[in-house]
């Protein structure tokens, strides 16, 4: 079983930026490929959309096409967390983000592939 919980989220205005942490315990932490994914206003489970992955060793990262640029995802494995930095934010940014993990052994940008999940973190960016 492995527990996740994020933390970071809050009110930023349009252009500004903010980092995320999910720190991670109950499982060795360097044997988990790790993902943020977002959840929109008014948006269900199922639309949850995949914004950035790092493999176990850190050295793989994979953003989405909206994301590419901007978002920056990170780990320490010392430290058991992956972070999210986040610049350059947009009004459509606005979302509950979501930390997962992984066993599969590869990147993954789908949500079936993540086993584990934190309970997530308000972004609002104003305009």
């Known amino acids: 079983q492995v527990h996740l919980v994020e933390s970071g989220g809050g009110l930023v205005q349009a252009g500004g930026s903010r980092r995320l942490s999910c720190a991670a315990s109950?499982?060795?932490?360097?044997?988990?490929?790790m993902a943020w994914f977002r959840q929109g206003p008014g948006k269900e489970r199922r639309d949850r959309e995949f914004?950035?992955?790092?493999?176990?060793?850190?050295?793989?990262?994979y953003y989405a096409d909206s994301v590419k640029g901007r978002f920056t995802i990170s780990r320490d494995n010392a430290k058991n967390t992956v972070y999210l930095h986040m610049n350059s934010l947009k009004p459509e940014d606005t979302a509950v983000y979501y930390c997962?993990?992984?066993?599969?052994?590869?990147?993954?940008?789908?949500?079936?592939?993540?086993?584990?999940w934190g309970q997530g973190t308000q972004v609002t960016v104003s305009s």
């Open positions: 914004v950035a992955a790092i493999s176990r060793s850190g050295l793989t990262t």
């Open positions: 997962a993990a992984s066993m599969m052994g590869t990147i993954q940008t789908q949500r079936w592939a993540y086993d584990y």
């Open positions: 109950g499982r060795t932490f360097s044997s988990l490929d």
